[in-house]
């Protein structure tokens, strides 16, 4: 007759009623998880349908000032004790707050109608300290809602994707991407300081006139976003900046000194103040693109 093994069953058994209870912490770490997500991720896609191409404007942003508006509005009556006003535009306001909060499903939690009633009643009670802190309390939850939501939202509608752009170089007819046209303006730049440094003033007048038909190219890639002239990065002061790098590259023998400090000039008033301005939305998208890639594995 086969025996069954009672003892080892009862073992495990005893073990796992032992074991300490960890689904509450398995459930933190996953709240935190999707705290985490929703802190750095994109914004949701139903936002979408309020920002061009699918809408005509920004349709969203415009919500928001006219919900920023009408709590700014309620604390003007208020200070000139216009009372009936701060009655009519209290209830205008709760009524878009409402509006606005069902826009976005995933974003519905982000707007408590707790601390708009609490308004609500400390003005119908007319208590000057109840009005104060209410106040507070409404505008603490936009600072909390701006603080998670608006950068992400301004990197995804207000900033382009530089990553999808594609410049044709005119000579060559030879299609660039965005990244790769950037990488050979640095590597020419670069170029041009590195050789005269080791004595080889010819190949660094070559860089230079690489750097300068690639920043000319660069020039033309801000009408993809801009529609205004373009005064920084690739102005008039710039430009000063490369042809005083070409005269200071013009000599037999140029000075090595000078020809870095020019440089040095160009890296810090185009590129590293472009990239103060630009750098943070690309590389947000970039990470964004990494996640959607890790999800999809």
Not at 106 to 117: F, H, K, L, S
Request: hydrophobic letters at 40%; charged letters at 20%.
């Amino acid at each position: 007759m086969r025996c069954t093994p009672f003892v080892p069953m009862a073992a495990l058994a005893l073990a796992a009623a032992c074991a300490p209870d960890q689904s509450a912490e398995v459930q933190q770490l996953r709240d935190r998880v999707a705290e985490l997500e929703a802190m750095v991720g994109p914004p949701p896609a139903s936002l979408d349908q309020f920002y061009p191409p699918q809408a005509e404007g920004p349709v969203y942003l415009a919500r928001m000032h006219q919900l920023a508006g009408g709590i700014t509005a309620l604390g003007v009556d208020l200070g000139e004790q216009d009372m009936e006003n701060v009655q009519r535009g209290f209830a205008q306001f709760r009524d878009e707050y409402l509006a606005v909060s069902q826009m976005v499903p995933e974003w519905a939690g982000q707007y408590p109608i707790e601390p708009v009633d609490r308004l609500g009643a400390a003005l119908e009670a007319g208590d000057p300290d109840a009005i104060g802190a209410a106040f507070q309390e409404v505008g603490a939850v936009c600072h909390t809602c701006h603080v998670a939501n608006l950068p992400k939202t301004y990197f995804r509608y207000r900033f382009g994707d530089f990553m999808a752009l594609r410049i044709t170089e005119p000579a060559s007819g030879r299609e660039l991407h965005y990244p790769d046209l950037m990488r050979e303006i640095e590597g020419a730049l670069t170029g041009a300081v590195v050789d005269v440094m080791q004595g080889q003033p010819d190949r660094a007048r070559e860089h230079y006139g690489t750097f300068r038909a690639r920043f000319e190219l660069l020039g033309t890639v801000c009408a993809a976003c801009h529609t205004t002239e373009r005064r920084y990065f690739v102005d008039a002061d710039v430009w000063e900046k490369i042809d005083a790098l070409g005269d200071a590259l013009a000599p037999a023998q140029p000075d090595p000194q000078l020809v870095q400090h020019t440089a040095q000039e160009i890296g810090e008033e185009s590129c590293g103040k472009c990239h103060l301005v630009h750098a943070p939305s690309a590389l947000t998208r970039m990470h964004w693109d990494e996640m959607g890639a890790l999800a999809v594995r």
